[in-house]
T-cell receptor, first 113, second 114 residues
Framework: NAGVTQTPKFQVLKTGQSMTLQCAQD?????MSWYRQDPGMGLRLIHY???????DQGEVPNGYNVSRSTTEDFPLRLLSAAPSQTSVYFC????????????FGSGTQLSVL | GESVGLHLPTLSVQEGDNSIINCAYS??????FIWYKQESGKGPQFIID?????DKRQGQRVTVLLNKTVKHLSLQIAATQPGDSAVYFC?????????????FGKGTKLSVIP
């Protein structure tokens, strides 16, 4: 049972480049979400999904897109990377939206130059 | 706006001693609280949670105490071990607001001195 799997673990981008951070879970969880973690800021919610085909914005959605075509996968797309998006990104899931206990992936460290 | 914060950003304890990590919350309507442990280079890992209808909950070597009167949450770790060294986050949610999104505090770094 792998839990929540994120790839890549590290990524360096140039300003303006686009990329997709991958997230997959094998626990049949309905709820999936993306957070960014910055020093002194704690974890901030970017986007979330309560089920396949349904996504919604969190606290800091600008510059990011998501889709949820399957229960297992929830990719996060950076359309045009900016230095302000340098951060550590975590994907998290829970059994259902009403279950607040989140299971986190190991994170993607992204640097935008 | 509402926020979740911590009294102490860093805490150093001797191996074998008990640790107490504190968390203050400002949303009096919050009814769910959770503690996470984050080791260096890893994602947050669930430790223990508690709902507002309880004031204490125990796990293996950990206890969470909730004082709704003063809006304070604490995590107690018994017989602290070097493997407990990590950053600890509290988070809260007001499920009555129709949201199931956790609001996280900024974290406390626990260092265990061998």
């Amino acid at each position: 049972n792998a839990g929540v799997t994120q790839t890549p673990k590290f990524q360096v981008l140039k300003t303006g480049q686009s990329m997709t951070l991958q997230c997959a879970q094998d626990m049949n969880h309905e709820y999936m979400s993306w957070y960014r973690q910055d020093p002194g800021m704690g974890l901030r919610l970017i986007h979330y999904s309560v089920g396949a085909g349904i996504t919604d914005q969190g606290e800091v959605p600008n510059g990011y897109n998501v889709s949820r075509s399957t229960t297992e996968d929830f990719p996060l797309r950076l359309l045009s990377a900016a230095p302000s998006q340098t951060s550590v990104y975590f994907c998290a899931s829970s059994l259902m939206a009403s279950n607040e206990k989140l299971f986190f992936g190991s994170g993607t460290q992204l640097s935008v130059l | 706006g509402e926020s979740v914060g911590l009294h102490l950003p860093t805490l150093s304890v001797q191996e074998g001693d008990n640790s107490i990590i504190n968390c203050a919350y400002s949303n009096s309507a919050s009814d769910y609280f959770i503690w996470y442990k984050q080791e260096s280079g890893k994602g947050p890992q669930f430790i223990i949670d508690i709902r507002s209808n309880m004031d204490k909950r125990q796990g293996q070597r950990v206890t969470v105490l909730l004082n709704k009167t003063v809006k304070h949450l604490s995590l107690q770790i018994a017989a602290t071990q070097p493997g407990d060294s990590a950053v600890y986050f509290c988070a809260e949610n007001d499920s009555g607001a129709g949201s199931y999104q956790l609001t996280f505090g900024k974290g406390t770094k626990l260092s265990v001195i061998p």
